[in-house]
Each structure stands twice: as C-alpha cells, then as structure tokens.
C-alpha cells in the first residue's frame, strides 16, 4: 500500500476508536498505529503538571523487545528538556532526525535524550485553548530517522484529536465526579430526614396520643381544656413539622405523584363548604365557580391539588378584609367527542381576592421558603412554607403557579394541570368509621414492637382498654422470641429500632407458614410517602403513620381481624369474632332517623368548628345509639368538622341551615 494510504487509514481507523471507545482505550490504540505506521520503539503520551511545572508520561506503547519507561518517567521536571519545550509553545512540533546533531542550545535535551539511547524523536503538541497540555513523542533506537512533513503533519492531527478527546474525557469525569457528589449529598439527606422524622414524630406520638386517653377518663373532666389546649398545641407542632419535613422531601427529591380519580366537583364542593365560616367570619363573600365542561371524575394526585388549594383559599381569606374570595375552575383544552374516558385535558385553577395585595417588590420572595411579605408578617401568622410547597406541588403536577397582585386592589393566584377525564368508579361500601365493643371475653393478643418505652406504654394502655391482651418488645430480636411463644394475632411493628429492624423483622416473621397467618400493621414516623410500599414490600400487611390517631388503629385492627378469621370449615380453638363496623350506608340510615332540627343544628355548629357544642349536642339526644354518640364526640374532639358536616350533609341530601 503506498504511504499516503497507510496515513489516511491510519488517521480513519484513530478518529472513529476515539469517538467510539473510551478514553483509555482509543489513547492506547492511537499512540500503538503510531508507532507502527513510523517504525518506532516507543511512543508516549506527557503531560504538563502546571503546578509542579513538571511532566507526567500517562501512556506508552513499545515495540516487541522494547523496555518500557512508564514507570520511571514520572515526575520529571520541565527543565530536563528545556529546548524541546520551549519550540513546543512557539511552534506546531519538534523534529529531530539525529539526536547527535541538535544545535548546541539543546544540549540539555540532547544529553538526556542520548540517556535514554534515542537516536530519533518527533515530538508534537497537544494544544486546548492556546495552553499546552502535554505532548505526544515518537522515539526510534536503533537508528536514525528521515521524518518528512507529511509524517509530522499526521502527527500534529493526532496530538489536536487527542487535546480534544482529553478535553471531553476530563469534562466527562468531572460531571460524573460531581453527579456521584450529588447522589451521595442526596442519600445523605435523605438519611437525614428520615432519622430527624423519626426523632420528631415519635415524641409527638406520645404527647398527642397520651393527651387524647386522658381526654377520655371521666374523672379527668375538670382537667379537660387543658388537655385540649395540649392537645391542640401538638397538632399544630405536628403541623409545622409536616411541613418543613414536606419542604425538605421537596428539595431531597423524594416527594412524588400519587395520581388516582377522583371527584372533583366533589372535591370542589367540600372546599366551599370548609372555608365558609371562615368566610361569613370576616363578612367576606366566598365564591367557587365550575365551568360546566369541567369533568367531574379526573385522575390526578387530589391530595396535593386539595392541599394547594386549601393553601391558596387560606392565604386570601387570612389577607382580605373586605370584599371576597372566588375560586374558579374551567378546562383549558376540552376532550374530542371521540376521545371520550382516558383523555387528557388541562385544568386551570384561579384564586382572587379583593385583599391588601402584594407590591411588586415582594413578589420574587412568595416561593422562597419561610420567606414573608410585608403583609404576612404583620399577621404573625403561618411559616412562610404554604405557597413555596404549594409551587413544588403543582410543579411535579405538570403546572406553575403564576401571580397578578396590586397594592389595595388584591391578588389572583392561578395554574393549570394536566388531568386525565375518567369514568366514575363502581359504587363500593367505604368504611366510614369503626367502633369496638369491649373485648376481654376474645382475649385477642397484640404485641407491639417498639424500641420506645413511651410508645410501647401508649399502645399498652389504649390496647388494653379495649380488651386486648398486650405483650411487648424492644427490638427485633425479642419480638420473634416473643411471637414464638405466645402466637400474638397481630403485630403493631415499629419499623426503625436498634439490634433488628421491623422490615427484617417483618420478613423474618413472614417467611415462616404460621407467619403468614399473623398480621402485622407497620407503624412508622418516616416523611417519606415511597415508604408504604417498600414496607408492604417487606411482607407488612398495613401502614399507620405517627402520630396517629386512636380511631385510625382501630380501625385497622377492626379491618384485618375481621378478613383474618378462619373458614366455617376450621373454627379457632378461641373464638376470634370480627369488629362490627359502621359502613357509610349504615351511618347515613342511623343519622336520618335523628330528628331533622337536631341534624341542622349538628351542620351549622360543625361548620362553625364549635366542638364543646358539638358534644353537648350529642349527648343531648338519649335515642342516638352509643356507638354513633361515641363516633360523632370524637369527630369533635378531633376537630374532623368537615367530616360531620358531610356525614350529616349526606342523611338528608342538602342541609338547610337553620338560623
């Protein structure tokens, strides 16, 4: 083949190794072609260490029989070759044919190249943004050799390709280096919230819950305001917490969509009706207007969309002083008639007010977190994390909340979502709340598994009161002991302890056949929603989230002993009766057969949120059956006052105030 060929193939077959093998491999193959398209004994790649002004050999390839150099040329100041360095920055190459003739300004070089038994070295540059990075030297041994230009100029474009390869090899490993930086800052913070959600919750765990059982003894009734003032003063911490642990999940880019149908002029109905006496409080005017082409079943996360909106309701209403509130919702894009169920369309979400407005300095700071406007601060009211979560939320939606705000005029909030129209759901009986008879003569067995003395006591004492028979463990490790001996029907697992976890725990349990009969209900204090499904993953048969509320576990309890009994055909050696519970049907039935007025009046006073009435009320009809009474004072309790106000709302379709 003629030498202009050979060149031309070698220069292909160097240009497509180095855009298609990594950075290590297409070097070594490159300065290998070299070395045998020119007959050389050595070829190396040097680099420039600028801060030691030193020269670093990173590659080298030799002919058969060649000693190599890799190891020993490390390190080797600059001023070793002071003359061949020196035409590297002022020219495209040094060529030297005979060592033994370099001009006598080169003596330096000459001597350690005859060190090093070179006869002949060609030497070019490798050049990125006019800074020398280093060099690519071809060596022969034996004897001399008659470089010619076209050789040098084919050097010279390997030396640039590998300036730029090394450029984006260097670009490449710093990006990788900073993206590994990144997950592991990620991991860490993600580790963080998960301990500082624990620490959080737990404690408050024991103060909300030992709160409400005082609340409960009768001989406590004198003490009762201050156990609501704890009560309530927990549930606001819990609140505040809940949202910077939001906030931090947001940043940790842990948060993600939970998108099922939903009903949203339902959901749009509910939020009128929950802001109202907020509303008529202030004699404010609060509007909520559907366009008629909104559909009614979307499938969507309705729990973020409820939580923005409801964040958005109450900033207006908080921030108005006279006029109104409208919340109006329309479709930015209506489904073809042909497209019918499962189209997408988009939803587009205003709240305006006729409040003080914001000045148009404020406005960069609304969704910095615990950032307040001037208005805001004044209230003494919130945490400055309402509307920066709110902005993530309808982020991850698909949306942007956007703002139009004049001083003394007032604010408009508005974003728009992609929904997906859906087809209503298949009407299912939905527990609607859980009552327990006392249970001493089932003699069921609970053992709760936390490595917290105070909520082991917590459970102990709610469990018992109810006729449970309550053993308990501070680990892993003696909660398996303990379910070996004594064969408890449920476990309540605590999922983060020392020794052994509840999810190895959980497993260990499960993976046994009388394990698979023992129901186990997680109880966990992690801000992560991913959580549910790696600890039913675990083999946990349900997921409580502390702090929790009384009614929330019994309920649970209520649902698996019920679906855990045994067929007619194999009856229990100790009968295990399921909980009766009261479906939302049954509730509807009981509540109609109330007198009319006493419903109204138990409508207006949950919309009120006046709780001490509420429970007066209830007590005030004898023929209201124990387990209702029971149910409707703890909604009161609990401040659930949308809840009674739809329950009831629901036993006589629309509910005319009186008064």
């Not at 911490?237 to 940043?251: F, P, Q, T, Y």
């Not at 948060?255 to 959901?267: G, M, Q, V, Y």
């Not at 969704?367 to 709110?390: D, H, M």
Request: charged letters at 20%; one cysteine or more.
């Amino acid at each position: 083949m003629e030498p202009k060929l050979e060149r031309e193939d070698c220069l292909r077959a160097i240009t497509r190794t180095l855009l298609e093998k990594d950075w290590a491999t297409a070097v070594r193959f490159a300065i290998e072609q070299l070395g045998l398209l020119f007959g050389c004994q050595r070829v190396h790649v040097i680099y420039h260490d600028p801060a030691k002004d030193c020269l670093q050999m990173a590659e080298e390839w030799c002919a058969v029989g060649i000693a190599p150099r890799l190891s020993t040329f490390q390190g080797v100041p600059v001023a070793t070759y002071p003359w061949i360095w020196a035409n590297l920055q002022d020219s495209e190459g040094v060529l030297v044919r005979d060592v033994e003739q370099m001009p006598p300004e080169a003596e330096m070089d000459k001597v350690s190249l005859q060190f090093d038994l070179v006869k002949s070295i060609l030497v070019v540059p490798m050049v990125k943004d006019a800074q020398v990075l280093g060099y690519i030297s071809m060596v022969h041994l034996h004897d001399n050799y008659g470089w010619n230009p076209e050789e040098l100029n084919l050097a010279k474009l390997v030396g640039q390709f590998l300036a730029i390869a090394q450029a984006r090899h260097q670009a490449e490993t710093t990006l990788t280096q900073a993206k590994e930086a990144a997950d592991a800052a990620n991991r860490a913070k993600t580790e963080f919230l998960a301990s500082i959600s624990h620490e959080l919750r737990t404690p408050l765990n024991a103060i909300i819950g030992f709160s409400q059982l005082l609340h409960r003894d009768p001989s406590l009734a004198p003490h009762r305001p201050t156990l609501d003032i704890i009560n309530r003063s927990g549930e606001h911490l819990l609140e505040l917490i809940n949202d910077i642990l939001e906030m931090s999940k947001i940043e940790a880019g842990r948060t993600t969509l939970n998108e099922k149908t939903i009903d949203c002029h339902r959901l749009l109905d509910n939020l009128q009706a929950l802001f109202q006496l907020r509303a008529q409080e202030k004699q404010l005017l609060l509007k909520v207007e559907r366009s008629p082409e909104v559909p009614e079943w979307i499938k969507t996360d309705g729990g973020k969309l409820r939580q923005v909106l409801i964040n958005l309701l109450a900033n207006a209403i908080k921030f108005t002083a006279q006029g109104g509130v409208t919340l109006k919702v329309k479709c930015l894009t209506a489904p073809q008639t042909d497209e019918g169920q499962g189209a997408s369309i988009w939803l587009h979400f205003l709240v305006s007010d006729t409040g003080a407005g914001i000045a148009a300095h404020e406005m960069d700071e609304l969704f910095v977190p615990f950032a307040q406007t001037e208005t805001g601060l004044k209230s003494c009211q919130g945490n400055g994390l309402g509307l920066p979560i709110s902005q993530k939320f309808v982020q991850l939606m698909g949306g942007q909340i956007q703002v139009r705000s004049k001083v003394d005029q007032g604010s408009a909030f508005f974003f728009a979502i992609p929904v997906q129209v859906m087809a209503a759901p298949k009407p299912t009986p939905e527990t609607s709340a859980v009552t327990l008879p006392p249970l001493d003569q089932y003699n069921q067995k609970v053992l709760v598994v936390d490595d917290r003395p105070e909520s082991r006591l917590l459970l102990r004492q709610l469990l018992t009161s109810l006729g449970f028979v309550v053993q308990e463990a501070e680990n892993g490790e003696m909660a398996i002991a303990l379910w070996e001996s004594w064969h408890p029907q449920v476990i309540l697992m605590d999922m983060q302890m020392p020794v052994l976890d509840g999810r190895s725990t959980t497993q260990k349990i499960k993976a046994s056949p009388q394990g698979q009969h023992t129901i186990i209900i997680a109880l966990t204090a992690s801000a992560f929603e991913g959580e549910r499904a790696e600890i039913l993953s675990a083999g946990c048969d349900d997921f409580l989230s502390k702090p929790f509320r009384p009614e929330e576990l019994i309920a649970l309890l209520a649902k698996h002993l019920a679906v855990a009994l045994p067929s007619q055909g194999q009856p229990p050696a100790s009968p295990l009766r399921p909980f009766p519970v009261i479906t939302a049907p049954s509730l509807s039935e009981q509540l109609a057969k109330t007198p009319q007025s006493w419903r109204q009046k138990m409508a207006k006073m949950a919309l009120e949120c006046n709780d001490d009435d509420l429970i007066t009320l209830v007590e005030s009809l004898p023929t209201l059956s124990p387990s209702l009474a029971h149910l409707l004072a703890t909604w009161a309790r609990e401040y659930r006052f949308e809840q009674i106000f739809l329950v009831v709302e629901s036993s006589f379709g629309a509910v005319t105030l009186a008064g």
